[in-house]
């Protein structure tokens, strides 16, 4: 049995999970199949990476296979920014549960703190950043967050999601949400890894309860199509000396090391890969440990720099969104 996290709403979330961002549509029913086969129960997914339905697909055979049934499953997806108005959470939520082919999110979560005007999933879908087709106009939404997760409660009244988080949140939203809440967020998402680690974040998440899944793990290695100068400019974290002789000293793999190091510190993690071998590897994180002075120094990497923000793809003057 993989380990698992207790939510404050009383479910339990694995602590390693298979992530879905950037699987190609091609290879995305495969690669869920696959990664259900190979152990993994928690797949993350979202409505921006564009391979729900095929995500759907593998769920499918695995299930018609016997290999897992839906109940042993926890099937994670997001809110887009552009669906944030009250009125068109449920809408969204009704089309992603159909294009995975399920009746309900074991955990639906709100991507980003930002709300965009929406974009009709019929005339693009999905839809990105911007408003126009063409990728240059970012129009905003009056939709408050307070009204976004007011719309997001009512999921789970309804029985489309058991638990709801928030992703890409910050201190001072996390509080002012909680003021409101009648149901507090159960998870946070938030990029972490060596070179981004967040302390302080960390520290109130765990004074309030809230679990935090650490997204790419890997550092600059999960950005490296994207061509960001911060990125490139780094040494990638599987080539970091205090990494490589961890992995030596453990006789891990440094992908194991850096998961480790998250795990251990009570964080759940959702890496990717479609290696056989790395599939195995990459589940056997929480079963071992790493000295305490180890995991201090892994921190000790910490530059506090970001790569998954909105302006480190295209050029903006409106989306700072962590400024």
């Not at 991507?111 to 911007?130: I, N, Q, T």
């Not at 946070?188 to 679990?211: D, F, T």
């Not at 490139?232 to 891990?252: H, N």
């Amino acid at each position: 049995m993989s380990a698992t996290i207790k939510l404050n709403d009383g479910h339990e979330m694995p602590q390693v999970g298979f992530g879905l961002w950037k699987v190609g549509n091609d290879v995305c029913a495969d690669t869920v199949y696959n990664a259900i086969k190979a152990g993994y129960r928690l797949l993350d997914g979202a409505c921006d990476y564009g391979n729900e339905v095929e995500a759907g697909q593998g769920v499918a055979r695995a299930i018609k296979e016997g290999i897992v049934k839906r109940e042993e499953l926890f099937i994670v997806s997001k809110l887009w920014n552009t669906f944030h108005d009250g009125d068109k959470v449920e809408p969204v939520t009704r089309k992603q549960l159909k294009d995975w082919g399920i009746d309900y999110f074991d955990l639906y979560v709100v991507h980003f703190p930002l709300a965009l005007e929406y974009v009709d999933p019929a005339v693009r879908y999905p839809p990105g950043w911007h408003y126009d087709d063409a990728g240059t106009e970012i129009r905003p939404s009056k939709a408050s967050i307070q009204e976004t997760w007011t719309a997001m409660e009512s999921l789970v009244a309804k029985g489309l999601a058991r638990s709801i988080g928030v992703s890409n949140f910050q201190g001072q939203l996390i509080y002012d949400m909680l003021r409101y809440a009648k149901i507090p967020p159960a998870t946070l998402q938030i990029e972490h890894h060596p070179y981004l680690v967040q302390p302080l974040l960390l520290r109130l998440a765990k004074q309030e309860n809230i679990a935090v899944t650490a997204y790419s793990s890997f550092g600059p290695a999960s950005f490296e199509e994207f061509k960001m100068a911060h990125a490139e400019a780094l040494t990638p974290l599987f080539q970091v000396p205090l990494i490589k002789e961890l992995a030596t000293k453990y006789k891990k793999s440094t992908g194991q090391i850096l998961l480790r190091w998250a795990t251990q510190r009570g964080l759940a993690v959702i890496p990717k890969t479609q290696t056989p071998a790395r599939l195995a590897e990459n589940l056997d994180v929480t079963a071992w440990d790493l000295d305490a002075a180890d995991i201090e120094a892994i921190s000790a990497l910490d530059k506090n720099t970001r790569f998954n923000q909105p302006s480190n793809y295209f050029p903006t003057e409106k989306l700072f969104l962590f400024g």
